[in-house]
């Protein structure tokens, strides 16, 4: 049968609609590429590709050299938002990003470069030779499940702010969604989204 991160660590990435849930996110393998605009630009769209092209592909090596199977996990993304409480994907103002997919630990520096130069020939993707693996690790944080389109997010959003607040915690990490379905499958009322923030109990509390 085949693993993959969503089925290793089903507490990570059980989230529901319906409550806000704290989780421990231990340290992942990732990678990554930055940028900058909303899910509406082309930039963002060739990124978000350029990941799935390098996750295939590494996939594809592990199954030849390792006879290793396993589901490729969701893409992420981290929103440096400057102001998290009015956070809103829709707006036009240009927000800074990092769009990011786990990978195996098993995948080092070496067989990653080698990897992405092999893809970056054969596929017509330009940013494949922007995207960089790093460890990555958020520790304590608080998530919901959103449902529908993007441009209705920010409900659930001030739902996670006024529950941090409450509960005396401080933010210490960027906006991160977790994208279960891919808007490109699936009409945007059926798309789920993990909106998730790294806190810290304040102190003096």
């Given at each position: ?17 319906k409550r806000i ?75 800074r990003f990092t ?62 702010m006024e529950y ?42």
């Open positions: 049968m085949k693993e993959g991160i969503r089925k290793e660590y089903k507490k990570v990435y059980d989230a529901s609609s849930d704290i989780v421990q996110v231990p340290e992942f393998n990732f990678i990554m590429v930055d940028g900058i605009g909303n899910p509406k630009v082309e930039e963002f769209k060739l990124k978000k590709h350029a990941l799935k092209i390098l996750s295939q592909e590494i996939r594809e090596y592990f199954k030849k050299e390792k006879d290793l199977l396993y589901l490729i996990s969701p893409l992420e993304g981290l929103w440096d938002t400057y102001d998290n409480s009015r956070f809103d994907v829709t707006r036009k103002k240009m927000i769009l990011m997919m786990a990978q195996p630990k098993l995948l080092d520096e070496a067989t990653f470069e080698m990897i992405k130069q092999r893809t970056a020939i054969k596929k017509d993707n330009p940013y494949i030779v922007d995207v960089y693996l790093k460890k990555y690790c958020e520790g304590e944080c608080v998530q919901t499940l959103h449902r529908g389109p993007y441009n209705t997010e920010i409900e659930d959003t001030k739902k996670l941090i607040t409450i509960q005396n915690m401080k933010l210490v990490g960027f906006h991160h969604e977790i994208y279960l379905k891919d808007e490109e499958k699936v009409d945007e009322e059926k798309l789920k989204t993990i909106i998730r923030y790294a806190i810290e109990e304040e102190q003096g509390m």
